[in-house]
């Protein structure tokens, strides 16, 4: 899936909703559907960064994209139901969604995880996830084909030590796309999960400070899964878990 090759009109007059846009592999994905025809919806809380993106998508010949700030950590149903709104009346339709942004939180101990921190947690990885996605189906089951692609993890897979809240709310992921894959299925509105693996990110960096980064593939070179599960190639793929980088899955147990 690496080496999947995207024909260049992919995602030709798509409109695509990518939650944390402003940097890692919320930014590379926006660059990477824009470059294939895509009209980009950056979602994120730092107006800096979606307006950098914004630039770049520009510059490199893309549709305009839009920005929609949101901090998801103190969104409300109201503000997902006021976005799909706003969507419909300025694009008239949706055609995907990526759910990319996450909060890592505190790794450590599980008797040690604070209330505090673990509501934190469910709020970003899997409550606004929820809200989002009910706020959005309407304009997705209109548009469709359509793809829902959920940003899972090795530790949503097989619980690991130490992870605490992130593998929980993983685990928490993968059961919400196995649902909606179900019961949106003969819809047209797809449902699936993909785990990124060990990538070059800022929260890769904070889980393991001691890696080489440079060790690591780059977003840019993850994207191959990212076109295939948002483009009509995968129009028969719903309620599949993928893998990114299967060559580089931590054995099971370590």
Known sequence: MLDYQAAPDLLKDKVILITGAGDGIG???????????????????TVKKLEAVYDELLAQGSPEPAIVPLD?????????????????QQFGRLDGVLFNAGLLGVLGPFEMIGEDEWDKVMQVNVKSQFLMTQALLPLLKASAPASLVYTSSGVGKQGRAYWGSYAVSKFATE??????AQELAGTGVRANCINPGATRTGMRARAYPGEDPAALRTPAE?????????????????GESLDAQPDRLRPRGH
């Open 27 to 45: 930014r590379q994905a926006a660059l990477s559907y824009g470059a294939h025809g895509a009209i980009v919806i950056l979602l994120g809380k």
């Open 175 to 180: 059961g919400m796309m196995q649902i909606l």
């Open 72 to 88: 998801l950590q103190g969104a409300s149903r109201q503000h997902y139901l006021d976005m799909a709104e706003t969507l419909r």
């Open 222 to 238: 993850i994207m191959g899964p990212y076109l295939y599960l948002m483009g009509d190639d995968s129009r028969a793929l719903n």
